[in-house]
């Protein structure tokens, strides 16, 4: 069983950054890739960004590439979204999930386990 914790969520103006993080319990946190999905209110829940379990690849949806950055560390069993140029759009609760899927994948339901979500609000 693996638990996932989100961290980091917050209020910020536009333009702004945050960095969330998510804490994974469990041994087999580096054999697996780790995605940020993120679910605005009233909208279904969107991929955000994955990364492999090597760390070597990452994937990002196109509405935050070149903001968002995805990274993990393996020794700390953690792995990191940095959001700089934060927009209004960008408001929604962050989940994040653990795949065993190899590479990265980024469809909801190649996901085995999710964090509880960290709220992200960006205001004008």
């Known amino acids: 069983q693996v638990q996932l914790v989100e961290s980091g969520g917050g209020l910020m103006q536009a333009g702004g950054s945050l960095r969330l993080s998510c804490a994974a319990s469990?041994?087999?946190?580096?054999?697996?890739?780790m995605g940020w999905f993120r679910q605005a209110p009233g909208k279904e829940g969107a991929f955000v960004a994955v990364?492999?379990?090597?760390?070597?690849?990452?994937s990002y949806a196109d509405s935050v590439k070149g903001r968002f950055t995805i990274t993990r560390d393996n020794a700390k069993n953690t792995v990191y979204l940095q959001m700089n140029s934060l927009t209004l759009e960008d408001t929604a609760v962050y989940y994040c999930?653990?795949?065993?899927?190899?590479?990265?994948?980024?469809?909801?339901?190649?996901?085995?386990?999710w964090g509880q979500g960290t709220q992200v609000t960006v205001s004008s």
């Open positions: 990364i492999s379990s090597s760390g070597i690849r990452t």
């Open positions: 469990g041994r087999t946190f580096s054999s697996q890739a």
């Open positions: 999930a653990a795949s065993l899927v190899r590479g990265v994948p980024s469809d909801v339901g190649l996901y085995n386990y």
